[in-house]
């Protein structure tokens, strides 16, 4: 209903920019993200699903509005343990919001903060 994207079952409590581009978004929660890329692309980073519910609680921030980010640049930690003993899925989805329609190929099982997911710069 929001875009076009993906969802990723982290294994790992790093979460990083999948672009380049500034932070327009924080939640009070901690728990999503916006970034605005410089062609204009807005993404937005959910992390895990429901997870507003703890109110902040297993998410840290390492990044504020108006922050300039590169891809690969540390975002948020998520304490997973937290979040599956809370009843929570820490699937996490990154979505396009601004309308463009993109095509995605699977191309692993596995992906880090250096894989390539889509060209959406």
Same mark, same amino acid.
């Given at each position: ?8 079952? *982290? #294994? ?5 920019? *999948?672009?380049?581009? +500034? !932070? =327009?978004?924080?939640? *009070? =929660? ?6 605005? #890329?410089?062609?204009?692309? %807005? ?7 429901? =997870?507003? +519910? @703890?109110? /902040? $609680? /297993?998410? %840290? ?15 948020? $930690?998520?304490? @997973?343990? @937290? ?13 396009? =919001?601004?309308? +463009? #329609? @993109?095509?995605? %190929?699977? !191309?692993?099982? +596995?992906?880090?903060?250096? #894989? ?6």
């Amino acid at each position: 209903m929001m875009g076009d994207g993906f969802a990723i079952d *982290p #294994t790992d409590e790093k979460i990083y920019a *999948p672009v380049d581009g +500034e !932070i =327009t978004v924080v939640f *009070p =929660t901690l728990h999503a993200y916006g970034i605005k #890329t410089s062609s204009n692309k %807005e993404v937005l980073l959910h992390l895990g699903i429901d =997870t507003v +519910e @703890l109110d /902040g $609680k /297993g998410f %840290e921030s390492f990044v504020k509005v108006g922050q300039k980010v590169k891809k690969g640049d540390l975002i948020a $930690k998520l304490n @997973l343990d @937290l979040i599956k003993n809370h009843n929570f899925s820490a699937v996490s989805m990154c979505i396009i =919001t601004s309308g +463009e #329609t @993109l095509s995605f %190929e699977k !191309i692993s099982e +596995e992906v880090n903060k250096d #894989t390539k997911i889509a060209s959406i710069n």
